[in-house]
């Protein structure tokens, strides 16, 4: 049997994707960013070792009135695969209610595959500066502010196409299990890195409408704002239960 078809589904994804991203700007990326995108279509929870998790905490929070994880685990947790300086592949996992506010990936192409649960994604673009019609509301205060096009809110579930993002389209967004938890595999590229202007920043939507009024129909112009990170928000570790990848 050919070495290839004996690797894992995992190690495929993996290797396609450090052949995509090794030349992001070459003329077959198109190409190979398809291929990678196909391959992560196939990857399901069980070839990475993983099941959903029930609500098995939610009666230990009850008596605290919070989500099954406040205070007790994290909210999201990490499960590292593999990381090279072209692109970071993981797991993160989501417990029921939880939520990954709004950030952005500076310069990074990304793709997201749904493990199980569902995900409701919402996702954005930055605007040029100066490209706003209508002053920042009110609201804003003395925070620095950014305009962005809200292009989608859809959910994602293992049935669902990898979700994408480019430098330059949905490279913003917000990610949120929905009726329990969740689980998918991500892949970055390049992987965030402070050093080379690659940092996480978050962001808060100023929608400034009343709360009996239905929010308008995407895409649509906004403004957001930057804020620190929640403080209900964090991201713990886990180990990786699945296949080894080896590039």
Not at 129 to 144: K, L, N, T
Not at 223 to 229: R, S
């Amino acid at each position: 049997m050919p070495r290839d078809n004996m690797a894992s589904l995992i190690q495929r994804v993996a290797r396609q994707a450090r052949i995509t991203f090794r030349s992001p700007a070459g003329p077959a990326f198109g190409e190979n960013l398809h291929r990678l995108q196909q391959l992560l279509d196939e990857v399901r929870a069980e070839d990475l070792h993983l099941a959903p998790r029930g609500p098995s905490a939610a009666a230990a929070a009850a008596a605290g009135g919070g989500p099954p994880w406040a205070g007790v685990v994290p909210p999201v947790s990490y499960m590292h695969i593999c990381e090279t300086e072209s692109f970071s592949m993981g797991v993160f996992l989501l417990r029921s209610g939880a939520c990954i506010p709004l950030h952005d990936h500076p310069g990074m192409n990304g793709m997201l595959k749904v493990l199980y649960g569902t995900l409701r994604i919402a996702c954005m673009d930055t605007l040029p500066a100066g490209a706003a019609a209508v002053p920042p509301p009110p609201a804003a205060g003395s925070g620095p502010c950014l305009r962005a096009l809200f292009r989608s809110r859809q959910h994602y579930t293992p049935a669902s196409p990898p979700c994408l993002l480019s430098p330059h389209t949905d490279n913003l967004h917000q990610i949120d299990a929905v009726d329990g938890p969740a689980a998918f595999l991500d892949i970055l590229a390049p992987p965030y890195d402070p050093q080379h202007g690659r940092d996480c920043h978050y962001y808060r939507l100023l929608e400034g409408l009343p709360a009996d009024v239905e929010p308008p129909a995407l895409p649509r112009e906004v403004w957001l704002i930057e804020t620190p990170q929640a403080a209900d928000f964090w991201c713990g570790g886990e180990p990786y239960p699945g296949p080894r990848v080896c590039l």
